[in-house]
């Protein structure tokens, strides 16, 4: 077997893992969380009896521990278990599957996650390849300075002035964001490229600094100043001699980023109202909805880990020691 | 353009570097001429200006360094005067430079063949396939095994030595007129650096071009160059034909280049072992690096550990100081023996055996002053605190031959012998019976190298310690032990007294070992060469 393969099974078992470790890490903060939905839905106003009969119906009556193997084992099965809204305690119930209240939201979510990082992805690595290339230049300063810019606003200001920008003062996109699973593709991304244009301006910056620093930093290695002794020119050292030995730290920060833009977008989605996956888990903790909020957590955790090992195998594909082993 | 041609002049050369907000001179004013095929040793300790005015022989200056005045000129052209466009396109073609470290020099990411002949390729010297047939001619030339696979390998899946004669063909490949060679061979051990010797001067005749040869070793510069320049502090010291050099250096400074070569020891009385290993097997993981290894060690002695790299000299060191317990065998001191473990040591046994090692920089807290990295050792082994362990720190600070000054020193503003001595200090400081010191002057220059050793060798007469000295460099084993031992591959190849061990007949391995060391003989390569080919 080629030792990238064994490495490559090896990280995707400490992916599982450390999945579990989360799931045990959600569970428990979830267990912490004050009142739970028995209260809540019921109100202050509900007897002892009454609660303690709906927890009941619901499950929460359980020890913690049962409750965890219950939901891991489901989980493993495929079963994300069922939503509690819906339910009331008049013992009507009208609720449904976790993962088919999810999945539209999931696929709103990656959409705009995919489409910010076509657009931003490549724009960080041309501009941070060029700062590399002219540092110190006055296009390493602008470039520099501006993605620092948008990156030291809140997003919601930067959502804002976008706003202002481009629906108010020059009407160019739609302010709300509002898409459903009918809206066709095209109205899809014009409907979302607003949001998007905010998280690629959220995003950039990190991307673009760790790839210029990664690639500086190799400017100082023997093997640069004997490329330049060799006669290459300024393009051919970064692009042919620094470059190929950057990727690992540029996709350990890409991966980073992309992984935040599944996770962390619920303030651009709120602004926008597009209904992406972070408004329905801070909506689910609101109304102590926890088997979605736990399936909310688990699904950014595999994201996370997912784009890391995706990261780790980058890393070693594109160095050779461990491609080509002695 | 006849043979005997000026190739390069450089006239009243002046280059300054900027360090501490301000620019100092490197080079003061040097004149170095170079006909067509001639190869010029240049020689100095670090910071002589040796490996600047190399550089600068390209037109060439590293970054935080100018040239302030002065001509270079190179087959009639100014290359001081060139734009950085303009002598790029001397670079890689007319001139090239082999670096001193080519494991570092070489860019992970391409496979040897592609960095050979990159510049022979970009400057249209020859097209692709041509360039790459004739870089095995040249593997070959260079008896590289296996010529016409190895440039598919990747630098990392190569030998040292061979990826500096991988390094010279790539400086041959588009045939320049001159190249640089700084310090190629310093990284190499001596039985490595005789082959990668023999390959440079053969390709270099071969092919009649000129070459600036950097080192420090004057030995090895006799055998590459036809004349030799001595450099100190930015200023040339004296030049002279490689023989005459050799045969009557005319200034002092040059004669003192060799000193370490001319220390002596004065033979010791004959006392029992202290440290004696018995038998000991050691293993990283499931690579096994020590074999039966059995060494003996007098009190009050120094023995000297020599062999190449991968010989299992340092890992003795980690067997015998409890850092890797062997898996088999003993450690018996002053009559005892050892636990194997370190952590099953008790706090006395490990005061008796201190360690110094090669790299003073790393083996120092960088954020730590003098006074604490020398008081913690007198703090944690001996329980001295307060006013008595700043008088202490004090004491061993004159024992090193330091003052007072330098007690709230950090290690950055020391200079090399000096760190070499806070680290001798910090040792002495647990006043143990047994001192390792792990290539303790390999990295520093002749002169330096030679204070620290006759400071240890003080030392050892007036506290009467045992040292065992690491070291690949024959010339400082000769200067400074009373008994040797020669390892390689794992194995104690011999142990007696030094004038035993050097004197023949060897086993084969010290014979190898002992004939690879150059000699001050500008006809010892060719003559060592001729010798084993008959052989």
Same mark, same amino acid.
């Given at each position: 077997?080629?030792?990238?393969?064994?490495?490559?099974?090896?990280?995707?078992?400490?992916?599982?893992?450390?999945?579990?470790?989360?799931?045990?890490?959600?569970?428990?903060?979830?267990?912490?969380?004050?009142?739970?939905?028995?209260?809540?839905?019921?109100?202050?106003?509900? $007897?002892?009896?009454?609660?303690?009969?709906?927890?009941?119906?619901?499950?929460?009556?359980?020890?913690?521990?049962?409750?965890?193997?219950?939901?891991?084992?489901?989980?493993?099965?495929?079963?994300?278990?069922?939503?509690?809204?819906?339910?009331?305690?008049?013992?009507?119930?009208?609720?449904?599957?976790?993962?088919?209240?999810?999945?539209?939201?999931?696929?709103?979510?990656?959409?705009?996650?995919?489409?910010?990082?076509?657009?931003?992805?490549?724009?960080?690595?041309?501009?941070?390849?060029? &700062?590399?290339?002219?540092?110190?230049?006055?296009?390493?300063?602008?470039?520099?300075?501006?993605?620092?810019?948008?990156?030291?606003?809140?997003?919601?200001?930067?959502?804002?002035?976008?706003?202002?920008?481009?629906?108010?003062?020059?009407?160019?996109?739609?302010?709300?964001?509002?898409?459903?699973?009918?809206?066709?593709?095209?109205?899809?991304?014009?409907?979302?490229?607003?949001?998007?244009?905010?998280?690629?301006?959220?995003?950039?910056?990190?991307?673009?600094?760790?790839?210029?620093? &990664?690639?500086?930093?190799?400017?100082?290695?023997?093997?640069?100043?004997?490329?330049?002794?060799?006669?290459?020119?300024?393009?051919?050292?970064?692009?042919?001699?620094?470059?190929? @030995?950057?990727?690992?730290?540029?996709?350990?920060?890409?991966?980073? @980023?992309? &992984?935040?833009?599944?996770?962390?977008?619920?303030?651009?989605?709120?602004?926008?109202?597009?209904?992406?996956?972070?408004?329905?888990?801070?909506?689910?903790?609101?109304?102590?909805?926890?088997?979605?909020?736990?399936?909310?957590?688990?699904?950014?955790?595999?994201?996370?880990?997912?784009?890391?090992?995706?990261?780790?195998?980058?890393?070693?594909? $594109?160095?050779?020691?461990?491609?080509?082993?002695? | 353009?006849?043979?005997?041609?000026?190739?390069?002049?450089?006239?009243?050369?002046?280059?300054?570097?900027?360090?501490?907000?301000?620019?100092? %001179?490197?080079?003061?004013?040097?004149?170095?001429?170079?006909?067509?095929?001639?190869?010029?040793?240049?020689?100095?300790?670090?910071?002589?200006?040796?490996?600047?005015?190399?550089?600068?022989?390209?037109?060439?200056?590293? %970054?935080?360094?100018?040239?302030?005045?002065?001509?270079?000129?190179?087959?009639?052209?100014?290359?001081?005067?060139?734009?950085?466009?303009?002598?790029?396109?001397?670079?890689?073609?007319?001139?090239?430079?082999?670096?001193?470290?080519?494991?570092?020099?070489?860019?992970?990411?391409?496979?040897?063949?592609?960095?050979?002949?990159?510049?022979?390729?970009?400057?249209?010297?020859?097209?692709?396939?041509?360039?790459?047939?004739?870089?095995?001619?040249?593997?070959?030339?260079?008896?590289?095994?296996?010529?016409?696979?190895?440039?598919?390998?990747?630098?990392?899946?190569?030998?040292? =030595?061979?990826?500096?004669?991988?390094?010279?063909?790539?400086?041959?490949? %588009?045939?320049?007129?001159?190249?640089?060679?700084?310090?190629?061979?310093?990284?190499?051990?001596?039985?490595?650096?005789?082959?990668?010797?023999?390959?440079?001067?053969?390709?270099?005749?071969?092919?009649?071009?000129?070459?600036?040869?950097?080192?420090?070793?004057?030995?090895?510069?006799?055998?590459?160059?036809?004349?030799?320049?001595? /450099?100190?502090?930015?200023?040339?010291?004296?030049?002279?034909?490689?023989?005459?050099?050799?045969?009557?250096?005319?200034?002092?400074?040059?004669?003192? /280049?060799?000193?370490?070569?001319?220390?002596?020891?004065?033979?010791?009385?004959?006392?029992?072992?202290?440290?004696?290993?018995?038998?000991?097997?050691?293993?990283?993981?499931?690579?096994?690096?020590?074999?039966?290894?059995?060494?003996?060690?007098?009190?009050?002695?120094?023995?000297? !550990?020599?062999?190449?790299?991968?010989?299992?000299?340092?890992?003795?060191?980690?067997?015998?100081?409890?850092?890797?317990?062997?898996?088999?065998?003993?450690?018996?001191?002053?009559?005892?023996?050892? %636990?194997?473990?370190?952590?099953?040591?008790?706090?006395?046994?490990?005061?008796?055996?201190?360690?110094?090692?090669?790299?003073?920089?790393?083996?120092?807290?960088?954020?730590?002053?003098?006074?604490?990295?020398?008081?913690?050792?007198?703090?944690?082994?001996?329980?001295?605190?307060?006013?008595?362990?700043?008088?202490?720190? !004090?004491?061993?600070?004159?024992?090193?031959?330091?003052?007072?000054?330098?007690?709230?020193?950090?290690?950055?503003?020391?200079?090399? =012998?000096?760190?070499?001595?806070?680290?001798?200090?910090?040792?002495?400081?647990?006043?143990?019976?047994?001192?390792?010191?792990?290539?303790?002057?390999?990295?520093?220059?002749?002169?330096?190298?030679?204070?620290?050793?006759?400071?240890?060798?003080?030392?050892?007469?007036?506290?009467?310690?045992?040292?065992?000295?690491?070291?690949?460099?024959?010339?400082?084993?000769?200067?400074?032990?009373?008994?040797?031992?020669?390892?390689?591959?794992?194995?104690?190849?011999?142990?007696?007294?030094?004038?035993?061990?050097?004197?023949?007949?060897?086993?084969?391995?010290?014979?190898?070992?002992?004939?690879?060391?150059?000699?001050?003989?500008?006809?010892?390569?060719?003559?060592?060469?001729?010798?084993?080919?008959?052989?």
């Amino acid at each position: 077997m080629h030792p990238i393969v064994a490495t490559v099974i090896q990280r995707l078992f400490l992916g599982i893992a450390t999945l579990f470790v989360v799931s045990i890490i959600i569970f428990s903060s979830i267990e912490m969380l004050p009142g739970d939905f028995g209260q809540a839905v019921l109100g202050q106003a509900a $007897t002892e009896e009454t609660v303690a009969a709906f927890r009941k119906e619901l499950g929460l009556d359980k020890p913690a521990y049962i409750r965890y193997f219950d939901w891991v084992a489901g989980v493993i099965q495929g079963d994300l278990g069922t939503s509690f809204s819906g339910r009331a305690a008049s013992g009507v119930d009208r609720s449904r599957p976790v993962a088919e209240l999810i999945a539209p939201r999931l696929w709103n979510t990656l959409f705009l996650a995919g489409m910010t990082a076509i657009i931003a992805v490549p724009l960080a690595l041309f501009l941070g390849i060029t &700062a590399a290339l002219y540092r110190n230049t006055y296009y390493d300063k602008i470039v520099s300075a501006s993605t620092l810019t948008t990156i030291s606003f809140p997003e919601f200001f930067v959502a804002y002035i976008l706003i202002l920008l481009l629906t108010a003062l020059w009407p160019v996109f739609p302010s709300l964001a509002n898409i459903d699973v009918s809206t066709p593709l095209g109205e899809r991304i014009y409907r979302s490229a607003l949001p998007a244009l905010t998280l690629t301006l959220v995003i950039v910056a990190h991307m673009m600094r760790m790839t210029r620093a &990664a690639i500086i930093n190799l400017l100082a290695n023997p093997y640069i100043q004997m490329a330049r002794l060799s006669g290459a020119t300024q393009r051919e050292v970064i692009l042919k001699h620094a470059l190929p @030995n950057a990727w690992a730290p540029i996709a350990t920060v890409i991966a980073f @980023n992309l &992984a935040y833009l599944v996770v962390g977008v619920v303030v651009v989605e709120v602004v926008f109202v597009y209904p992406g996956v972070g408004q329905l888990m801070v909506d689910s903790v609101t109304s102590r909805d926890i088997p979605v909020v736990q399936a909310c957590a688990l699904i950014f955790a595999i994201t996370y880990i997912f784009l890391n090992l995706l990261a780790d195998i980058i890393g070693i594909i $594109t160095n050779p020691r461990l491609l080509h082993p002695k | 353009m006849s043979k005997n041609d000026i190739l390069l002049d450089i006239k009243n050369l002046k280059i300054e570097g900027f360090s501490d907000e301000k620019w100092h %001179p490197i080079v003061k004013g040097v004149d170095l001429t170079l006909r067509r095929g001639q190869i010029m040793g240049l020689i100095g300790e670090s910071g002589a200006g040796k490996s600047t005015l190399g550089l600068a022989a390209m037109g060439y200056t590293q %970054p935080g360094c100018r040239i302030t005045s002065g001509e270079i000129m190179f087959d009639g052209v100014d290359l001081a005067k060139l734009s950085e466009g303009k002598k790029r396109e001397y670079w890689g073609n007319r001139i090239t430079y082999v670096a001193q470290s080519a494991a570092a020099s070489f860019n992970p990411a391409h496979r040897l063949i592609d960095q050979t002949t990159a510049s022979t390729i970009r400057f249209g010297i020859k097209p692709e396939t041509e360039a790459k047939a004739d870089a095995v001619t040249l593997y070959d030339a260079l008896n590289l095994p296996n010529p016409n696979m190895i440039g598919n390998r990747y630098p990392h899946q190569v030998s040292g =030595g061979q990826l500096q004669r991988v390094m010279t063909a790539m400086a041959m490949s %588009p045939r320049p007129d001159l190249i640089v060679f700084d310090e190629p061979t310093t990284a190499l051990d001596v039985t490595t650096q005789v082959e990668v010797l023999t390959a440079m001067r053969k390709v270099v005749e071969e092919f009649n071009t000129a070459a600036i040869y950097i080192t420090h070793d004057l030995a090895v510069v006799a055998q590459m160059a036809d004349f030799i320049k001595v /450099l100190r502090h930015g200023n040339e010291v004296e030049e002279a034909p490689t023989r005459d050099m050799l045969s009557a250096p005319k200034e002092d400074y040059t004669k003192s /280049l060799w000193s370490v070569r001319a220390l002596e020891k004065d033979p010791i009385k004959e006392q029992a072992p202290i440290l004696e290993i018995k038998n000991i097997d050691a293993s990283y993981s499931k690579v096994k690096v020590l074999n039966d290894v059995n060494i003996s060690v007098p009190r009050g002695s120094t023995v000297a !550990v020599v062999g190449e790299s991968g010989s299992g000299k340092s890992t003795t060191a980690r067997v015998i100081t409890g850092l890797l317990p062997p898996m088999t065998g003993s450690i018996e001191f002053d009559g005892s023996t050892l %636990p194997n473990k370190l952590e099953d040591r008790t706090k006395e046994q490990k005061r008796r055996i201190q360690m110094i090692y090669q790299m003073a920089d790393t083996a120092m807290n960088p954020r730590q002053t003098v006074r604490e990295i020398i008081g913690r050792p007198l703090e944690f082994y001996l329980g001295l605190s307060g006013a008595a362990r700043e008088k202490r720190v !004090v004491e061993l600070l004159k024992m090193i031959e330091l003052d007072e000054r330098f007690i709230d020193r950090l290690p950055s503003e020391l200079s090399g =012998g000096q760190k070499q001595r806070i680290c001798i200090a910090r040792a002495l400081a647990a006043e143990p019976d047994f001192i390792i010191c792990d290539e303790v002057t390999s990295a520093l220059d002749q002169i330096v190298q030679e204070g620290i050793l006759k400071l240890l060798m003080r030392l050892q007469k007036e506290l009467n310690l045992t040292y065992l000295f690491i070291t690949h460099d024959i010339s400082t084993v000769k200067a400074i032990s009373d008994q040797v031992v020669v390892m390689n591959l794992g194995q104690v190849v011999e142990q007696g007294k030094k004038d035993d061990v050097f004197s023949p007949p060897h086993p084969e391995y010290t014979e190898l070992l002992l004939s690879s060391v150059p000699e001050m003989d500008p006809d010892w390569l060719t003559n060592l060469n001729k010798v084993r080919q008959a052989s």
